[in-house]
């Protein structure tokens, strides 16, 4: 029952819609800016880089968002009078031990698979390693970036999964509507800029991942750990100069980007390996109920 630990603050339905409401203000006007300008926004993030060095543009695009997570954690607290547990999970307490199986599980995964790429097309890589740079990028990210990811997974799959959930009175709504916002939030990123809009199907298939992983676990703690070794390895070992985070990372793709038949690969085939494999962990069942059926009433909760 994680969606109705929402229950368990005071609710207030509208109170649900003013960090959502604004971070989607932000996220439409980011866009709205990046369509107006005549400068592609890879040039815009290049040019920042020469300026400042990627170091400190790094530290200027996380800061904002690990900032945000302590917003959310906060107007919870303050206004929902809700715990961060009861956000977090249906358990008595976080499970730590399912955040950090799920980092070192993708983490090892995304290393393999970056490997084998550099293996398999050295051609399209450069060994970009520098030991300073990459000790300050090793900082900067372990520092930030599990913040910028868990703000993220509190605010798409923590806060406005529980709170669109007791409105809706199911599941399948706040799964659809919050794996459509997360994937909608990159639409600005130098990515979507340079392979076009089928790149979305990767943003908003990773977001149904992460929701079915929360609702099927009953928690945040699986999408936790998966989400910040997304970006923490991916952040540390590779980098492009057409990505979102262009660090001093080991290796640099050299290649021409080119949006083909590949992009299915992760959403088809690597996630539903991932969600089998968790299922036989942690033992998942009623799949139908735990997606698509109805959220309690919170009488019915409390009383249970």
């Given at each position: ?246 660090t001093d990372s ?52 409390l009383e249970n």
């Open positions: 029952m994680y969606i109705e630990q929402g229950y368990k603050g005071n609710i207030g339905l509208w109170k649900y819609f003013v960090i959502p409401g604004l971070f989607i203000v932000f996220m439409v006007l980011n866009y709205i800016s990046t369509v107006m300008s005549s400068v592609p926004v890879e040039k815009v993030l290049q040019d920042a880089i020469e300026q400042l060095g990627s170091a400190t543009v790094l530290i200027i695009l996380l800061v904002p968002l690990a900032v945000g997570l302590f917003v959310v954690l906060g107007w919870v607290i303050l206004v929902h009078n809700q715990s961060i547990t009861s956000l977090t999970t249906s358990r008595k307490k976080i499970d730590w031990k399912r955040i950090f199986f799920s980092f070192f599980l993708w983490g090892s995964i995304t290393v393999a698979m970056i490997l084998l790429g550099v293996y398999l097309a050295p051609e399209d890589y450069v060994f970009n390693f520098r030991l300073k740079p990459f000790i300050i990028l090793a900082i900067i990210g372990i520092l930030l970036i599990p913040l910028q990811t868990s703000f993220e997974e509190y605010l798409f799959r923590g806060y406005m999964m529980q709170g669109i959930g007791i409105m809706a009175k199911n599941r399948w709504v706040p799964l659809v509507v919050t794996s459509l916002l997360f994937g909608l939030m990159h639409i600005g990123n130098p990515e979507v800029d340079k392979l076009g809009l089928g790149i979305m199907i990767y943003y908003i298939g990773t977001g149904f991942f992460l929701g079915i992983l929360t609702l099927m676990d009953e928690g945040l703690e699986l999408a936790l750990g998966f989400h910040a070794a997304n970006n923490l390895v991916g952040a540390l070992l590779l980098t492009a100069d057409w990505t979102a985070f262009q080991i290796y640099r793709d050299i290649s021409e980007p080119v949006l083909g038949w590949d992009i299915l690969i992760p959403v088809l085939v690597v996630y539903p390996i991932l969600l089998f494999i968790l299922s036989k962990k942690y033992g998942w069942t009623n799949w139908k109920e735990r997606l698509a059926g109805k959220v309690a009433t919170k009488e019915l909760f």
